[in-house]
């Protein structure tokens, strides 16, 4: 998570938000601190006064990866939860280790490049479709490539699919991967190995709508994006 210089407080009043939360500090003393990822505020610190990690007057809402509604207090100093419902807690996804393990990877990946107390209203939708995604089925790589191209995407650092990184041409002929980006065969001065079928398969992970996207990715498609995904794909995401 990337901080903000000053953190600009909220007018002294009350505030209700949907979200999720990103990260939870627990404190026998002071109870739980809480990052919660809110639509229209972005990442926000809020205390949780009477919550533990072993018991919360909050119940399950304040567990990492829950999305809720959140009614908050901002003090002359501190934001403080008042009351929490969890409206999705994608309890499915913690029976299987895979998808959640991929799930945290998720969060872990959004808590890195989010701004305290920024407003992020994309990348919260680019997370809370990711998360829909892998409860609802879609493959953990399929999932995970499209994630991550479309977090980049929001961020304006999405790796070009169509187009060379170095000279702009389109990728007809296929492209070789480096660190930078998509090589044609000309700048990289090698046979692609990665041919255009392959980046159509790579543009539509990325492009095609939620809904569209998880019927895809149950195909032969899908399993065409996992293979590439760990081959070359990951190599260019991470």
Known sequence: MI?????????????KKSGTVL?????????????????????????????SSG?????????PLMWGEYCLYQSPRFLYLKEAEVREDFITLRSEPHRLLTALG??????????????????????????VLLRDGAPPEAAEFRF???????????????NCVKCGALLD?????????????????????TGPAELAVLTAAGQLSHEKFLVWSKSEHGNNLNNLFNEHAKKLLT
């Open 3 to 15: 901080a903000a210089y000053e953190v600009e407080k909220l007018p002294q009043g009350y505030y």
């Open 23 to 51: 990260k939870r500090k627990d404190s026998l003393k002071e109870g739980q601190s809480l990052l919660l990822f809110l639509r229209d505020l972005g990442p926000r610190w809020v205390s949780a006064p009477g919550a």
């Open 55 to 63: 018991k919360s007057r909050f119940g399950g809402a304040t567990e």
């Open 106 to 131: 998720f969060y872990r990946r959004v808590s890195q490049v989010v701004i305290t107390a920024h407003e992020s209203d994309q990348l919260l939708k680019v997370l809370w479709s990711a998360m």
């Open 148 to 162: 991550s191209w479309r977090l980049l995407n929001a961020l304006g650092l999405a790796p070009s699919l169509q």
């Open 173 to 193: 002929d296929g492209a070789s991967w480096t660190e930078d980006g998509l090589l044609c065969p000309r700048c990289s001065g090698r046979p692609a190995e």
